[in-house]
């Protein structure tokens, strides 16, 4: 069993800034793939920004130059730095780490989602 929790939403005003935060516990050995998704009422889920281990941020066009992810392998944790935030940003704000655990299966594992609201 993986668990995944996000922190960090709230309310900002436009052009503003808010960090958020997941972490992922559990029977977890190695996490390859950690993500940030988004979500408005009416519309699927969209990619935000993923970052393999060792590997390259692949960011949404919508939000290359704003939004920055970083991860933290030892503690199983990343975070989203977004600055100079727009209206079309808010969203329901998910995350997903998908690795091996400790019985050699394969998980996916979603957050419970934090809201993010950017308005005046």
């Known amino acids: 069993q993986v668990q995944v929790v996000e922190s960090g939403g709230g309310l900002v005003q436009p052009g503003g800034s808010l960090r958020l935060s997941c972490a992922a516990s559990?029977?977890?050995?190695?996490?390859?793939?950690m993500g940030w998704y988004r979500q408005t009422p009416g519309k699927q889920r969209e990619l935000v920004a993923a970052?393999?281990?060792?590997?390259?941020?692949n960011y949404a066009d919508s939000v290359k130059g704003r939004f920055t992810m970083s991860r933290d392998n030892a503690k199983n944790t990343m975070y989203l730095q977004m600055n100079n935030l727009k209206s079309e940003d808010t969203a329901v704000y998910y995350c997903?780490?998908?690795?091996?655990?400790?019985?050699?299966?394969?998980?996916?594992?979603w957050g419970q989602g934090t809201q993010v609201t950017v308005s005046s």
């Open positions: 997903n780490a998908a690795g091996t655990t400790l019985y050699g299966t394969d998980f996916s594992s």
């Open positions: 559990g029977k977890i050995v190695s996490i390859h793939t």
């Open positions: 970052l393999p281990s060792g590997g390259i941020t």
